[in-house]
């Protein structure tokens, strides 16, 4: 099906067709058809989906084709992190590039007057984080009057966050909604509740498991020592011609590192992290877009709403606890139809970590080699169990005094603490 048979406006068709959008992926088609026949919508999908073209379609469509005032704001975006509502208001603003629409993103840590300002200049789309759009409200600095329809996406991470009061107050600031839309990575019991308040009869659609990786990544791991895994992620690089490269790893500490020795090695490269100022993590991502930085190194935090158009390689350097943040790394390539390559490095303790993957995804990933980092074949076989055991051997405590024994005889042992002598009775 194209995008023409959902009857969407050309000019809508002509931008998704400069994105290079050939055919709607199966959630955006059975999501512009429910919204676009007035349907709530319950959209449970990871990143890279195409989710956010799933919705945002029909609500440019929705502007069009009631000639809607460009003096009014309609549509109405929660994001959870302000990193979100930038990658949504990019998106937002390349599919109504040939639409007369305005589009604008307010979120904490910026200067709340210049948002103030844009909101005067009247917007159609308003995308925001709950803090910041809150404070709009209550000085009366936004209008919400006239919005109908009001997405909430990655609710889940909202939840996460405790947004659930600030979700509450702000339906009540909304007295004319028509359509509500609630995106989220998985469809927890917090979820179903809050679908359940907020959705009316919805459409549900629901990417499962074993679709939630993009047949497109090439999913690859490469057992690694783990004294070496530095030089080996140094190797890689060079040796495959990597141009751009997303590596990440658990701690903002490693990822300093990380970088500090690729950059020692000649790649240039750059971390973000935490600790790292919002405007700097800005400046970073649109220098790796663009190319002047070779490898960005990220944690699982700094990567949120992390989008990089044409990214082909992923590297996990090492893999992180949960096999959901796997699949959200991974999907940070392959994206809109375009293939890509996920490389996992594994040591010892990431091979036990990507058995939990490979056993929910029900797929085999293959161990890959590359000369001159060959590896002890018992890695290959370690189980997490094996491994856990090891740690509590390794860890063990055997008291402060390293045994039974020996503690017994402290116990026994009197303390002095200045003249009197603790643990023995005081002489009359």
Same mark, same amino acid.
């Given at each position: 099906?194209?995008?023409?048979?959902?009857?969407?406006?050309?000019?809508?068709?002509?931008?998704?067709?400069?994105?290079?959008?050939?055919?709607?992926? /199966?959630?955006?088609?059975?999501?512009?058809?429910?919204?676009?026949?007035?349907?709530?919508?319950?959209?449970?999908?990871?990143?890279?989906?195409?989710?956010?073209?799933?919705?945002?379609?029909?609500?440019?469509?929705?502007?069009?084709?009631?000639?809607?005032?460009?003096?009014?704001?309609?549509?109405?975006?929660?994001?959870?992190?302000?990193?979100?509502?930038?990658?949504?208001?990019?998106?937002?603003?390349?599919?109504?590039?040939?639409?007369? %629409?305005?589009?604008?993103?307010?979120?904490?840590?910026?200067?709340?007057?210049?948002?103030?300002?844009?909101?005067?200049?009247?917007?159609?789309?308003?995308?925001?984080?709950?803090?910041?759009?809150? /404070?709009?409200?209550?000085?009366?600095?936004?209008?919400?009057?006239?919005?109908?329809?009001? @997405?909430?996406?990655?609710?889940?991470?909202?939840?996460?966050?405790?947004?659930?009061?600030?979700?509450?107050?702000?339906?009540?600031?909304?007295?004319?909604?028509?359509?509500?839309?609630?995106?989220?990575?998985?469809?927890?019991?917090?979820?179903?509740?809050?679908?359940? $308040?907020?959705?009316?009869?919805?459409?549900?659609?629901? @990417?499962?498991?074993?679709?939630?990786?993009?047949?497109?990544?090439?999913?690859?791991?490469?057992? @690694?020592? %783990?004294?070496?895994?530095?030089?080996?992620?140094?190797?890689?690089?060079?040796? $495959?011609?990597?141009?751009?490269?997303?590596?990440?790893?658990?701690?903002?500490?490693?990822?300093?590192?990380?970088?500090?020795?690729?950059?020692?090695?000649?790649?240039?490269?750059?971390?973000?992290?935490?600790?790292?100022?919002?405007?700097?993590?800005?400046? %970073?991502?649109?220098?790796?877009?663009?190319?002047?930085?070779?490898?960005?190194?990220?944690?699982?935090?700094?990567?949120?709403?992390?989008?990089?158009?044409?990214?082909?390689?992923?590297?996990?350097?090492?893999?992180?606890?949960? @096999?959901?943040?796997?699949?959200?790394?991974?999907?940070?390539?392959?994206?809109?139809?375009?293939?890509?390559?996920?490389?996992?490095?594994?040591?010892?303790?990431?091979?036990?970590?990507?058995?939990?993957?490979?056993?929910?995804?029900?797929?085999?990933?293959?161990?890959?080699?590359?000369?001159?980092?060959?590896?002890?074949?018992?890695?290959?076989?370690?189980?997490?169990?094996?491994?856990?055991?090891?740690?509590?051997?390794?860890?063990?405590?055997?008291?402060?005094?390293?045994?039974?024994?020996?503690?017994?005889?402290?116990?026994?042992?009197?303390?002095?603490?200045?003249?009197?002598?603790?643990?023995?009775?005081?002489?009359?």
């Amino acid at each position: 099906m194209s995008f023409k048979k959902l009857k969407l406006e050309s000019q809508i068709i002509k931008a998704c067709i400069d994105k290079g959008y050939k055919h709607p992926t /199966d959630i955006q088609k059975e999501s512009i058809e429910a919204l676009l026949r007035g349907r709530d919508l319950l959209l449970i999908a990871k990143t890279g989906t195409g989710k956010t073209a799933a919705f945002a379609l029909p609500l440019l469509q929705d502007i069009i084709q009631n000639d809607i005032k460009h003096t009014q704001l309609t549509k109405l975006i929660i994001a959870p992190t302000k990193e979100l509502a930038l990658q949504l208001e990019k998106s937002i603003l390349s599919y109504s590039r040939y639409l007369d %629409i305005k589009v604008a993103s307010i979120y904490g840590g910026a200067n709340i007057k210049e948002q103030i300002r844009v909101l005067n200049s009247k917007v159609n789309i308003v995308i925001a984080t709950t803090g910041r759009l809150l /404070d709009l409200v209550k000085q009366e600095k936004i209008n919400l009057t006239k919005v109908d329809t009001l @997405v909430l996406d990655e609710a889940d991470t909202m939840l996460d966050f405790g947004f659930v009061k600030d979700i509450e107050q702000l339906l009540s600031s909304l007295p004319n909604l028509k359509q509500n839309i609630l995106s989220s990575a998985s469809l927890g019991p917090k979820v179903k509740q809050l679908s359940g $308040q907020f959705l009316n009869n919805p459409k549900i659609i629901e @990417v499962k498991a074993d679709d939630r990786v993009n047949e497109k990544v090439d999913q690859r791991a490469y057992p @690694v020592d %783990i004294d070496q895994k530095k030089e080996f992620l140094s190797y890689l690089i060079g040796s $495959q011609n990597m141009t751009q490269a997303l590596v990440f790893c658990k701690t903002k500490k490693l990822a300093d590192e990380i970088t500090d020795h690729l950059n020692l090695d000649g790649l240039k490269s750059a971390a973000v992290h935490g600790d790292k100022t919002q405007g700097f993590r800005k400046k %970073i991502i649109g220098q790796f877009k663009e190319g002047k930085i070779q490898v960005l190194v990220a944690t699982d935090v700094a990567a949120r709403g992390l989008d990089i158009e044409d990214l082909y390689y992923v590297i996990n350097y090492d893999l992180p606890f949960m @096999v959901t943040d796997y699949l959200h790394r991974i999907g940070r390539t392959a994206r809109a139809g375009k293939s890509g390559v996920a490389i996992s490095l594994l040591d010892q303790y990431d091979m036990a970590n990507m058995q939990d993957v490979e056993r929910y995804l029900k797929i085999k990933i293959p161990r890959l080699s590359l000369d001159g980092f060959e590896v002890d074949k018992k890695i290959l076989s370690i189980s997490k169990k094996n491994i856990i055991e090891k740690d509590e051997k390794k860890i063990k405590p055997a008291g402060a005094f390293g045994n039974r024994k020996k503690r017994k005889e402290a116990k026994r042992k009197p303390k002095v603490r200045g003249k009197r002598i603790v643990g023995q009775k005081k002489e009359r």
